[in-house]
């Protein structure tokens, strides 16, 4: 059964070879647009698409929600997909692009300065030397914060690890019993935050050469973030009291997401929560303020992630998609997306753009962008493989189940068996 | 006369493969061309994109020195030694329960059946939040009787325990075999035991469990694959948001078939997660077919 499980896609993949766009317009060409986004974000996608099609009279884009990234993955093992234009996350692009499935860029973009974009992005966005996708929203992580909570406790915004630990200290609660009724950082996502606070510690995930990464999971930097947070949470209040305590946290981003329910203090947290938060939890009253760092001369340093449009290799109509691409990319479509779905906008010429500037606290994450410091996790083949990798140490970090030595000794034993490309 | 006779035969032969094309072509293309093909690739380099690389046994190879792999192994060994007895046991107690003549028994018999035709999928949601350790029902229920609950999505020493919980909540259909089967142990045997003195307990070791010997191994069997093919469970409990793909506390929810899911769809290792696949069979193989010698011992047919 396992066998059949395993080789049923692989003839899906077969199956689908034959299926493509059908009839055209008169002298036009019609591409397929397929986006793995969905609901209102698809809603302002397909406005942009629609103003395009309306803009020119030689190119009519399709637009196709499909959140099924399995399926996209599908229609490009073929030698014609079923779409000419797609997007994914910046850390799928060295994969992919070394399997040959991403058309490059450099030659179908030439008029496109990619200088504009966020240079922590552009690094993703590359592999050997040739682009093969472009960002159209950048995300960066920051520190948010409940005002309540921290004047309560007459805590400030902490601006270094050192206030960080301090503050978590003042802003964690316990009961008579020891079980923790408030936390004072929580984690949405451990990898986000211990990936960042690598970061804001002086470590690398990938080397220090964007154009040659390898996996630097020990790094001193990294192994004091790691060491951070074993010190300033799970040993103070044990493994067993955080788990208790994470365990009755409601669904992220909802009513009762334990930061907008006042159950954590602070969170290390992307742009969208600006959105998210008035919508979710109009009641909160809540800050953001730059990463806490270990040293003065990383003061900005965060983690930067993007989302991308790329070419499939098998398109029947590269020259068009990219035109198509551009103006997705231009400044125009990019601010009414980015604005739509209360993500960055990638150009770095835009961080000041004051359109952005409406939406309450989102500065905080576009100065980030433009930070010098701020950097971003390889888009190199073996980044699924290393993500899921520290994904497992960080757990076993964060429950003391082993030293940040040992568990990132792991992952660098692990990292020898690594697709290379 | 015989060639005629040969012809008719031929042509009955042809009809009759006409007959059965549909499965015969939806086997061979569907079945068969897939496992032919995950064995090839099982001795190749094949990412789904490129031409597979011959890389003769290093896949296996590599296999015997996957920490990773050994720790999804014996994680899908533990449900299964954990899982198989309590599903057998369960169900023929249940199944005997079902059988007492009270009221509304077909009402009790639906009830136990039911959580079988509920979605795996939303199960699985359903139990994420029955596990939870500060709002579930299930800790609920034992603080009511004064046991502390555990963690059991955040304890590694729980979790595993808490999949097989999962999964015997569909034990229904294992017990629903057991029932129909209890209803074919002729009558007059415990009669004749009755006669004879023999007690509730005697007659289940002397009469009951011989019957329904040849089910109880056609059970274990199909049980024991599907725990150790075990999936969709631990994938659910441990699904993270944006899909990310996780093992839960310190990797034991991480089952085998997650693994080897994990290699093919999101490290796009199809050769490595081919040749797990065929591991995988050769075990179930070989478990089954020590089974089946035991089997000898201890099963009885032709009660009757």
């Known amino acids: ?421 | 006369m015989r060639a005629t006779e040969r012809a008719g035969r031929r042509r009955e032969l042809l009809r009759g493969l006409a007959f059965a094309a549909p499965f015969l072509i939806g086997f061979a293309v569907f079945i068969a061309y897939p496992i032919l093909a995950s064995f090839r690739y099982s001795f190749t380099d094949f990412n789904l994109f490129q031409e597979p690389q011959s890389v003769g046994l290093d896949n296996y190879a590599r296999m015997l020195s996957d920490e990773r792999m050994w720790q999804s192994l014996g994680n899908t060994l533990y449900l299964t030694a954990l899982g198989v007895p309590l599903t057998i046991v369960i169900a023929l107690a249940g199944a005997h329960v079902l059988n007492m003549p009270v009221r509304g028994q077909p009402l009790f018999r639906a009830l136990v059946y039911l959580p079988t035709i509920v979605p795996v999928v939303v199960g699985g949601y359903l139990w994420r939040w029955l596990l939870n350790a500060q709002y579930g029902f299930v800790n609920h229920g034992l603080n009511l009787l004064g046991i502390p609950g555990p963690l059991w999505l955040e304890n590694p020493d729980w979790s595993r325990p808490a999949i097989v919980l999962m999964s015997l909540w569909t034990v229904g259909g294992t017990m629903v075999i057991y029932l129909a089967a209890l209803k074919d142990v002729p009558a007059d045997l415990y009669e004749a035991a009755a006669i004879d003195g023999a007690g509730t307990w005697r007659r289940f070791t002397h009469i009951t469990w011989p019957a329904l010997s040849p089910v109880t191994l056609f059970q274990v069997i199909v049980t024991l694959i599907g725990f150790l093919q075990i999936f969709a469970q631990p994938y659910l409990l441990t699904q993270t948001r944006l899909n990310t793909s996780s093992g839960g506390p310190e990797d034991t929810m991480l089952s085998y078939a997650m693994y080897l899911f994990q290699n093919a769809f999101v490290f796009l290792k199809m050769g490595y997660a081919s040749a797990m696949a065929w591991v995988l069979f050769l075990i179930t193989l070989v478990i089954t077919a020590v089974l089946l010698l035991t089997s000898r011992r201890w099963v009885h047919y032709g009660s009757r």
């Open chain 1, 1 to 421: 059964m396992k066998i059949v499980k395993l080789g049923m896609p692989l003839l899906m993949v077969a199956a689908m070879a034959g299926c493509s766009g059908g009839g055209e317009p008169a002298g036009k060409t019609t591409i397929t647009f397929s986006y793995l986004w969905s609901g209102t974000e698809a809603e302002a996608l397909e406005k942009i698409i629609s103003e395009f099609n309306a803009g020119q009279d030689k190119i009519v884009v399709k637009g196709v929600s499909s959140p099924d990234s399995q399926k996209q993955l599908a229609s490009m093992s073929s030698a014609s997909g079923t779409f000419d234009i797609s997007d994914n996350f910046g850390n799928a692009v060295g994969s992919w692009a070394a399997k040959g499935i991403l058309a490059p860029l450099d030659d179908l973009l030439k008029d496109v300065d990619t200088g504009a974009f966020a240079p922590a992005a552009m690094n993703q966005m590359r592999y050997r030397g040739k682009t093969y996708a472009l960002p159209i929203s950048v995300h960066t992580f920051q520190l948010l914060y409940n005002k309540k909570l921290l004047d309560e406790a007459g805590v400030k915004p902490p601006t270094t690890t050192e206030e960080l630990a301090a503050a978590i200290g003042k802003l964690t609660k316990t009961d008579d019993k020891g079980a923790i009724t408030q936390l004072g950082l929580g984690n949405p996502s451990l990898p986000n935050s211990l990936t960042t606070l690598g970061y804001a510690f002086g470590g690398t995930w990938d080397g220090t050469d964007p154009a040659a990464p390898a996996p630097t999971p020990a790094d001193p930097g990294n192994l004091a973030a790691l060491t951070f947070w074993q010190d300033t949470i799970t040993k103070k209040y044990g493994a067993d009291k955080v788990a208790a305590f994470t365990a009755g946290w409601g669904q992220y981003m909802s009513a009762q997401d334990p930061f907008y329910a006042g159950k954590v203090a602070m969170v290390i947290d992307g742009e969208w929560q600006a959105v998210s938060i008035p919508k979710n939890a109009p009641e909160l009253e809540w800050g953001v303020t730059a990463i806490p760092v270990a040293r003065p001369d990383l003061a900005g340093a965060t983690q930067l992630t993007a989302s991308t449009l790329f070419i499939p290799a098998n398109s029947k109509h590269k020259q068009e998609a990219a035109v198509f691409l551009k103006h997705l990319v231009g400044e125009k479509a990019m601010r009414d997306f980015n604005l739509a779905l209360g993500n960055l906008p990638a150009r770095t010429a835009m961080a000041d753009d004051p359109a952005f500037a409406r939406i309450p606290n989102f500065t905080a994450w576009m100065e980030a962008m433009k930070s010098p410091k701020v950097r971003s996790l390889a888009s190199a083949p073996y980044a699924a493989e290393y993500a899921t990798d520290l994904g497992s140490a960080f757990d076993s970090v964060a429950r003391g189940g082993a030293t940040p030595q040992e568990a990132m000794a792991k992952v660098a034993d692990r990292g020898k068996n690594y697709a290379r490309d």
